[in-house]
């Protein structure tokens, strides 16, 4: 019987300690896999670019083509801004240098270069994607990144004929 106290008080101590002891750290939960991707159109200019059509493919999203790579980017993120995608833009056919607004449309053979931006972005679809978000480098004078566009998930989800 006398141990019974002491049982009591062991007990108290131990669930004092565990209710002061730090949490142990959860492990953060995989990302979501996408379930096949969007095909996006992408258009605006070298300052402002928005998604103004989508369409939803069952296949899976191809990814990045191999050894491609640009600043300019489309980010999938969550409702957190936790990014659930980072694609490259290629920009290459388009004028996005400084001035280009105020440049005229140049035609070199077949080239044709322009500021008004047109162009197909594929992009996987996850279910919790929250905003898709357009960028590009920033330049002298400019913050490092320039936000061109953000266009949330339930728009994405509508022009692909998905709803809201």
Known sequence: MHHVPLLAGATLIACGWLALAPATPVAAAAPAAPDGHYVLVVEGHR???????????????????????????????????APLADVPLDVRPFDVGPGALLRPT??????????????????????NAARYTITRPGEAGEAAQQVLGVVDAATVRALAGGGR
């Open 106 to 127: 140049r035609v070199e053979g077949c080239v044709v270069k322009t500021a008004a931006i047109g162009m197909l972005v594929n992009v996987p679809a996850f279910a």
């Open 47 to 81: 300052d402002l670019l928005t998604i103004t059509a989508a369409s939803a493919k069952a296949d899976p999203w191809a990814g990045v083509p191999k050894g491609f790579d640009s600043a300019w980017r489309l980010r999938v993120e969550d409702r957190d801004g």
